[in-house]
């Protein structure tokens, strides 16, 4: 018996295709499509989604077909694939000629994470390795107690990564051993290396192993931390299933650390009603899933197909939705709240919002956002339709840059991550409410948001664009309450973005970012840097007393090449990496 389970491929796929004879597309219609439910397998620490037989037309089913169960299995994985872009994807093929390089194989991504990110060429690829382990030494650099207490536990985790990369070569990917085996560590390093066996587990748990290889590295962590790979498992797992294909298996893995790091090390104010906010609205709507599965099946109905009472009956259950989830909330969130922080929530925020000696700061912080998305979003929709996607998409970066570097972490930095916690749980129930069409607000947020989406948005039901940037902007700050993903993605990326689409002339290697944008988001990133560290009051501190010119500048240069070569979303990755490569930079002194 095999070791490792076995992984789709698309030569496997190609061979299939014989058994293929139609691939049924559901026609567009006004409301937004919907992705299919998948189930989602989980072997060791990877999953394999695949469509089950109610995802297969009727004329195409085993039953009716009489087909057997291999065909079957082809033919929802052909419908999987279809889906998520390797067949029939025409506006990939004309992207691709707009920027002038040929449209291969190596430009679609396959779900199951065994050629994801496989369009990078070598040499991005080499840029893009260089620059993550020179992080991760550099970190190793200034922890090197904690890595020398570490040090058998390190090399057993590294010999079985590179066992199995050496055994499964499908893998060996950039993006996943960069950043689904190396990225967490160097977190870890950076802010709590106490926990760095932890996040060596976790990163063992992404590969296909044994039950009984990862039970024994559990228990070399600690005999509490028994059962933390299963955790893992559960949480990825529910992430495929809520996400599909819009969610890469590197985003996925990713995500799933960060959120078990939540789930168990967060002992601050700020990061317990993020905790309680997030996994609280989760289970919140947990109960009301089958109200939800009967709007999806009205919804999915062509329109001479739909009761005439389908309107009425979609109203009556996104009411019982919006009553389940509110009494989840009020009753089992706000006990939780209590239990972590020894008194009411709601009586705990009213002291700390309108009692404490600092609530004149924090009410005049909250009247100044609301004054900003108050006089912004109007404009913004207003205007909007005269400007092409990309400014679209980038007055929002500059929106975030007003509202929370000149009024935010400089101030408060406590406040602003909590008032960050809320906007994300926020962010999540109305896209929730979105891809799920739950009426009366369901369509209307796909309304708003469907003039800024671009094609990462378009690899499965969840529109991602508005989520990454917030979450880019705030892990900095719950990380270390640091504006790093304000001045990378608010200063750096959009200047990088206009001055590319509008100047740029010279590509990078297998790409169509353009040295011109490069060059844009170093001057814009540095400038921003300088600006918030010696101009706005309450920033010294927090970028760090050691923070010199010098290595402002290089954080800057490190960061515009990572955004030009990397392999993942850059709105998560590319913040995150600057704030690390600053933190590291001022020694670890930071307030």
């Known amino acids: 018996m095999s070791l490792f389970p076995p992984a789709f491929s698309v030569k496997q796929s190609r061979r299939s295709s014989k058994y293929v004879d139609s691939v049924a597309v559901s026609p567009k219609t006004s409301v937004p499509s919907l992705q299919p439910p998948l189930q989602t397998s989980t072997v060791g620490g990877s999953s394999y989604s695949s469509l089950s037989s109610a995802d297969i037309p009727a004329e195409d089913s085993p039953e009716s077909r009489n087909v057997t169960d291999d065909e079957a299995d082809s033919r929802r994985y052909r419908v999987l694939q279809w889906r998520n872009g390797i067949h029939g994807n025409k506006a990939r093929r004309r992207r691709s000629r707009h920027h002038k390089y040929p449209p291969t194989l190596n430009n679609v991504k396959v779900l199951d994470g065994v050629k994801d990110g496989y369009n990078l060429g070598f040499r991005k690829k080499c840029v893009e390795s260089f620059l993550i382990v ?197 009753v089992f969130v706000r006990w939780h709240l209590q239990s972590s922080l020894g008194r009411d929530p709601f009586a705990f925020m009213i002291n700390y919002l309108f009692l404490s000696e600092e609530s004149h700061r924090r009410l005049g912080m909250l009247g100044y956002w609301v004054t900003w998305l108050a006089v912004g979003i109007p404009w913004i929709q207003k205007s909007s339709d005269a400007w092409t996607l990309d400014i679209r998409r980038k007055v929002w970066h500059g929106l975030v840059v007003g509202m929370f570097l000149v009024s935010g972490v400089g101030w408060d930095a406590t406040f602003t991550s909590l008032s960050m916690a809320v906007a994300l749980t926020l962010f999540l129930f109305s896209e929730f409410l979105r891809a799920t069409t739950v009426p009366p607000l369901g369509v209307h947020i796909h309304n708003a948001f469907k003039k800024y989406t671009d094609e990462r948005d378009t690899c499965g039901p969840i529109i991602v664009s508005h989520i990454f940037l917030l979450l880019g902007i705030s892990l900095p700050i719950f990380l270390s309450s640091s504006p790093a993903g304000i001045i990378c993605l608010g200063f750096g990326d959009s200047c990088a973005s206009i001055i590319g689409r509008r100047f740029g002339k010279h590509r990078w290697f297998d790409s169509n970012k353009t040295l011109e944008g490069t060059a844009g988001f170093i001057a814009a990133a540095f400038t921003g840097l300088m600006i918030t560290k010696y101009a706005l009051s309450g920033y010294d501190n927090i970028l760090g007393p050691d923070l010199t010119v010098q290595w402002a500048f290089l954080s800057a240069v490190s960061t515009a090449v990572l955004e030009a070569t990397s392999g993942m979303n850059d709105n998560v990755i590319v913040p995150v990496y600057m704030y690390v490569i600053l933190r590291l930079g001022t020694r670890g002194q930071l307030a």
Not at 225 to 244: K, M, N, P, Q, W
Not at 302 to 326: L, M, N, Q, W
Request: include cysteine.
């Open 134 to 330: 020179s992080l991760l030494a550099l970190a190793i650099q200034h922890n090197w107690t904690v890595v020398s207490e570490n040090a058998k536990f390190i090399g057993i985790c590294a010999s079985i990564l590179v066992t199995v990369l050496v055994l499964r070569q499908d893998y060996w990917t950039m993006p996943s051993v960069l950043y689904v085996y190396l990225f967490p560590i160097i977190l870890t390093l950076t802010d709590y290396p106490q926990h760095l066996r932890l996040n060596l587990l976790l990163a063992v748990s992404a590969l296909p192993l044994p039950t009984e290889i990862l039970s024994n590295l559990t228990l070399a962590v600690s005999p509490q931390s028994a059962g933390i790979y299963y955790l893992y498992s559960s949480v990825t797992e529910i992430l495929c299933t809520l996400t599909t294909t819009s969610l890469s298996p590197a985003e996925t893995s990713l995500a799933g650390t960060l959120l078990v790091n939540l789930l168990l090390n967060s002992q601050q104010m700020d990061m317990i009603f993020l905790r309680a906010l997030l996994f609280g609205s989760l289970f919140s709507l947990w109960p009301a899933t089958p109200l939800v599965f009967k709007i999806m099946q009205l919804t999915r109905l062509p329109r001479h197909r739909r009761p005439e009472d389908s309107t009425t009956r979609k109203v009556k259950y996104a009411y019982g939705v919006y009553a389940i989830f509110v009494a989840n909330m009020l």
